[in-house]
């Protein structure tokens, strides 16, 4: 009798274990040295303090005018800079929140049991995950985090024999390639808007074009923004058709010891109003009504943008309408004030850490140390390089400040300044930095945390996958971001 052929024989299982066991020995060294979230943050305001020091920063002094947004000692500076994100911080909870409650709604919950029923081979299961992840998280990136992992498990218990694992890494996939270049896109819809974007980028932008700011017409929106966009996700579908795994190392849940649970729309307690005066959130009258005045004030907004109406769309313009959303789809107040709640949880990071990102802000917007890393880019880069350099620096930084607005803030002003010295256009700037910093989220689990969560997977169980899916596609990003950026003129 014939034996099998051991895996070493086969060349394809081989290199599919190399992969693996490269990506695996990467997460083991980061779940064990690196610390989380937080330690992040911590780590790195020191970090910058000290290179203020040792670049011949003050450690004291606010400068005459109180309304000078540099001329401040690093201490000064970080107090200055603590506050100056609350703005946004409430922005990037409300659509943490937001997304969530959209994404456990019934009629959503129904649609993601139809197309649960697309996929009919473990393969093609993990392919159409990846590309569910890809589409959603260009329409939002918090509800593509909680409606694809929901997707992953109704799919998980309807294709046998898929791999868990793989599945869980794809639902992810989003947050690791396209978000940022959506609709949803952080760095975008802050130099789209007065109100999230900080004085400090709005000069270093003013410097470049005239305007202190950058609509969407001039970043997502750009024809090569898109077609980079389009490009990636080609790549990253094939590229996750041809990392599943054989049937033979495929691991279900199941195998993996962890419980699917009820299916979608199952366990859905019902409503029982206990007393008369609760008939208001129970009903469903002024969720109507209140979804009819924001749709009429909406459209009221769009119809008075300047130019594009495209243009309106800002942190502000995309929360109201996932709120909204939110609450016509659950049909009764007291569902979506439920939804909300649960999802409040998600949020509890953004809430400490983005104070203390916006005094790593203030230490580098406030100072002189913005126009001295500017300095250092320039010194090393040229026009031609630059958007690769910018989208391999956003990377690595990524890695250590998971959260791509928090970071857009400490990086924006010495990136403009460069670009504008450097004549390279800001709009592909901040393009360059979206692909470059979702790419970060593919080796580090901060933004895994909601997916795992629901999956009830560790990032050990994913990131093989993911580290696999950055070495195919981060390679494409820096090529595209090139070329592309020779077919745009400055400003």
């Not at 049991?113 to 589409?135: D, E, H, K, L, S």
């Not at 985090?145 to 109704?154: H, M, Q």
């Not at 898929?162 to 996939?173: H, Q, S, T």
């Not at 350099?389 to 956003?394: G, M």
Request: aromatic fraction near 12%; proline fraction near 6%.
């Amino acid at each position: 009798m014939t034996s099998a052929p051991s895996q070493e024989a086969n060349p394809a299982v081989s290199r599919e274990n190399w992969l693996a066991r490269m990506a695996l020995r990467f997460t083991a060294f980061t779940e064990k040295w690196l610390p989380d979230a937080l330690g992040f943050v911590l780590v790195g305001t020191f970090a910058v303090f000290a290179l203020g020091l040792a670049t011949g920063e003050k450690l004291f002094g606010t400068p005459a005018d109180p309304a000078a947004t540099t001329g401040y000692g690093l201490i000064d500076a970080w107090g200055q800079g603590f506050w100056s994100l609350i703005t946004f911080t409430l922005q990037m909870a409300m659509i943490i929140i937001a997304g969530y409650a959209v994404a456990v709604s019934p009629p959503v919950g129904r649609l993601i049991a139809r197309i649960a029923q697309v996929p009919r081979t473990p393969r093609g299961a993990i392919a159409f995950t990846a590309a569910v992840a890809m589409v959603s998280s260009y329409l939002n990136w918090a509800f593509s985090l909680i409606f694809t992992a929901i997707l992953a498990k109704e799919t998980a218990r309807r294709v046998p024999g898929v791999d868990y694992r793989a599945l869980g890494a794809m639902a992810f996939l989003g947050l690791g390639t396209v978000w940022a270049q959506g609709l949803s896109g952080s760095a975008a819809l802050q130099v789209a808007s007065a109100a999230s974007s900080p004085p400090a980028v709005q000069k270093v932008i003013a410097e470049g074009r005239g305007s202190g700011l950058i609509p969407l017409t001039d970043t997502i929106f750009l024809w090569q923004g898109m077609a980079a966009t389009a490009i990636v996700f080609v790549v990253a579908v094939g590229t996750a058709w041809f990392l599943s795994p054989s049937p033979e190392r495929a691991k279900t849940a199941e195998q993996l010891g962890i419980d699917l649970g009820p299916g979608v729309g199952e366990g859905r307690s019902p409503l029982r109003r206990n007393r008369p005066g609760e008939w208001i959130e129970y009903s469903p009258v002024f969720a109507i009504l209140l979804f009819a005045l924001g749709v009429w004030y909406l459209a009221r907004h769009f119809a008075r943008a300047e130019g594009n109406a495209l243009n309106a769309l800002d942190l502000n313009t995309v929360n109201l309408i996932l709120i909204l959303l939110a609450l016509i789809l659950h049909w009764r107040p007291i569902r979506l004030a439920q939804a909300v709640k649960d999802g409040t949880p998600a949020a509890s990071g953004v809430l400490l850490q983005f104070p203390l990102y916006g005094g790593i802000f203030g230490m580098i917007a406030f100072t002189g140390l913005s126009k001295t890393i500017a300095g250092w880019l320039v010194s090393v880069s040229n026009e031609f390089f630059y958007p690769a350099f910018i989208a391999i620096y956003s990377c690595v930084l990524g890695v250590f400040v998971p959260s791509g607005g928090s970071k857009w803030v400490i990086e924006a002003p010495y990136v403009l300044d460069a670009a504008n010295q450097l004549h390279v256009n800001q709009g592909w700037v901040v393009v360059v930095y979206d692909l470059g910093e979702a790419s970060a989220n593919l080796l580090q689990p901060f933004w895994m945390l909601p997916t795992l969560t629901i999956l009830g997977l560790k990032a050990r169980d994913i990131m093989g996958y993911t580290f696999a899916m950055f070495l195919v596609c981060f390679p494409v990003v820096l090529i595209l971001v090139t070329l592309f950026a020779r077919t745009l003129t400055f400003p």
